[in-house]
């Protein structure tokens, strides 16, 4: 009697890939509802992007998000522009453009590999891609990751026509237009560009150099050298990437090592995310450690291969070493940062599991079927959660919020909180919330943008713009605090206990604008130890906005240095009154009294100080 592994390899590799598409289809379509279109923020501006691509991309001073689409490159959105043109405004729709383009990439991955590997492992390498949970998980969001990731493998397909010499002028065109437009995808696809050069170099494919030279290189060159020219970048992401660079300098060789192999973690994605932390670091570890080996010499093997297979080796370990690296510099890291490198993950893993087990192939087979085993039920456990109240509140959206700011609130708006998102749904002008360090920080940020309401919800991450210390769970835990505390500022006009939304209209003093220029000046002038025109634009200030937290702080400090006790008293005292947990307030006081023997007066603030604490707090404190 046949055995189930018998009856497998029986199937013609016709069959099985059918039945292996057929499988992702429906892993992918389990997982659609996982990510409304919009709640990982950044879909939301591909999709903005992608709208506004043919008017407003390079329309300076627009509105809303039109300011800060340099942070996104232009790769992705115009792929994305004619089907945001034909769905408009059903945007859940999108997510079948990123379930098609990854069953396209399984598609290419099969085509890669046909002759490449032997039948046996070409199988195993397509299903532990297809299979991936990583995979099958992105294949429902709108995000550039999933694009990236075919760009990736269709440039290596390319790549081996044109060193095979088959193809003709259609193999050119699919190399040059995959790494060129890669490149213009995310910063990343530059990792691309230069490991598709280097396997042409190694392989003497001068004719190609020349068309990647033209249509890849010559381009991107021109971009960045213009950029330079003109002291700006079309992306941030360069940003990150230099102040990681900067970051090696200061950090022990082996804590880069430990990032470069959370890097790899990340690669290979067995579990979404890894734990950090020393008991999971070390068991971490000794399981990667085993997984890294087999996957260099899956690469050793590879490599000692005959062409067109070693130079496509060549570039797919290059892939992996750049992007590792760039992960290890990464500040934050995601699962879907890795899905472009997920394939030659696998393909390495199985070539060199086989190798190891030259001699054993069933016991290759047994510790493969047991991975895409643990694969399965792991996306069996994703499925269950995407169906169920345990939905993370950062992949779900507030629809009946949204239809409420649309109706309810004028066309003019402009709301602070989820910018984006607010944007695409109701065609407000959004603002993502701010990294200020205290509130009052945060009210000039709202009145410089002439922000008119704010939107609170439950999830634990900022719409944009990055936090202060890096944290961003904390920096919007303070500025809710702030919205919630501060009534003469924010008055509720709506709330959903279901959404756990709260929609709050914004009314700021009307000439705090006015007072925060004055209190900048004042600033200046202290760090010029010039006291006399600090102490006139903090008058000024509190001229214009009597209850000025931080010019009443500032003013109490000249006061303080001038030896004016009584002159600080004043300021301090209504600083507290108007903000009662400001700890340095609250201690800058009692100090002063204690200092004047008025002992029982401090002991008094400082009861008052710690009544407080429970309010919101003015500063961002130190993070939990």
Not at 128 to 152: Q, T
Not at 256 to 265: D, E, G
Not at 437 to 447: E, G, M, P, T
Not at 568 to 579: D, N, Q
Request: glycine share 8%.
């Amino acid at each position: 009697m046949k055995t189930l592994v018998d009856r497998l390899r029986g199937v013609s590799d016709d069959a099985f890939f059918r039945l292996l598409l057929l499988a992702a289809a429906a892993g992918a379509a389990l997982l659609q509802a996982r990510y409304d279109v919009g709640s990982i923020n950044d879909d939301a501006n591909f999709v903005l992007l992608a709208k506004f691509l043919g008017d407003r991309l390079f329309t300076p001073g627009g509105a809303g998000f039109a300011k800060v689409f340099a942070h996104f490159m232009p790769g992705y959105p115009l792929f994305l522009a004619p089907f945001t043109a034909v769905f408009e405004p059903h945007w859940a729709w999108l997510r079948l453009t990123t379930a098609a383009v990854s069953l396209a990439t399984v598609y290419g991955w099969w085509r890669l590999l046909e002759g490449w590997l032997p039948a046996e492992q070409r199988r195993w390498a397509t299903l532990l891609y297809a299979l991936h949970p990583v995979f099958l998980l992105c294949s429902g969001m709108v995000m550039a990751d999933p694009f990236l990731a075919g760009l990736f493998v269709f440039a290596l397909l390319g790549l081996r026509r044109v060193l095979e010499g088959t193809g003709g002028v259609w193999a050119y065109a699919l190399l040059c237009a995959a790494a060129a437009w890669a490149v213009w995808t995310k910063p990343i696809g530059l990792v691309l560009a230069l490991a598709l050069t280097a396997a042409l170099l190694a392989g003497k494919a001068w004719k190609a150099l020349r068309y990647t030279a033209l249509l890849v290189w010559l381009p991107w060159l021109a971009a960045g050298v213009s950029a330079f020219l003109r002291d700006q970048s079309h992306t941030d992401y360069t940003g990150y990437l230099l102040r990681g660079l900067a970051a090696l300098a200061q950090q022990s060789f082996l804590e880069r090592a430990y990032n470069s192999l959370h890097a790899y973690i990340l690669l290979y994605g067995f579990t979404l995310p890894w734990p950090r932390g020393t008991a999971f670091d070390l068991a971490g570890a000794l399981a990667i450690a085993a997984v890294l080996g087999l996957g260099a010499k899956g690469l050793h093997g590879l490599l000692s291969g005959p062409t067109p297979g070693r130079l496509l080796a060549l570039a797919a370990g290059l892939l992996v070493a750049g992007q590792a690296l760039v992960l290890s510099l990464w500040t934050v890291n995601s699962e879907r940062y890795a899905l472009p490198l997920l394939p030659f993950g696998a393909l390495f893993l199985v070539s060199g599991l086989y190798g190891w087990c030259r001699s054993r192939p069933i016991a290759a087979r047994l510790l493969l079927a047991g991975t895409a085993l643990g694969f399965l039920i792991h996306t069996g456990l994703l499925v269950r959660e995407t169906h169920s109240a345990l939905r993370a509140p950062e992949s779900r959206l507030y629809f009946r919020t949204l239809a409420w700011i649309r109706a309810e609130t004028p066309p003019e708006s402009r709301f602070a909180g989820n910018g984006p998102l607010i944007d695409l749904y109701t065609g407000r002008s959004g603002y993502g919330l701010s990294a200020a360090v205290n509130a009052d920080v945060f009210f000039s940020y709202l009145a410089g943008l002439r922000v008119t309401h704010a939107l609170v919800d439950d999830r634990g991450v900022l719409a944009a713009q990055g936090s202060y210390l890096n944290n961003q769970a904390w920096q919007k835990a303070m500025e809710k605090g702030w919205i919630r505390g501060h009534p003469r500022v924010f008055q509720k006009i709506y709330a959903d206990p279901v959404e756990k939304t709260e929609v709050y209209r914004v009314t700021l003093p009307a000439r705090w604008a006015e007072a925060a220029g004055f209190y900048a000046q004042a600033e200046r002038d202290l760090r010029g130890s010039d006291l006399a025109a600090a102490d006139a634009n903090l008058r000024r200030a509190l001229a214009e906005v009597p209850d000025f937290p931080s010019a009443l702080m500032a003013l109490a400090s000249v006061e303080l240095v001038r030896r004016n006790a009584a002159g600080a008293e004043r300021p301090l005292r209504r600083v507290l009154e108007v903000e009662p947990n400001f700890p340095r307030a609250t201690q800058l006081l009692a100090g002063l009294l204690d200092s004047q023997g008025r002992k029982s007066e401090a002991d008094r603030v400082r009861a008052a100080g710690l009544a407080a604490l429970s309010a919101a707090p003015f500063e961002v404190g130190a993070r939990p």
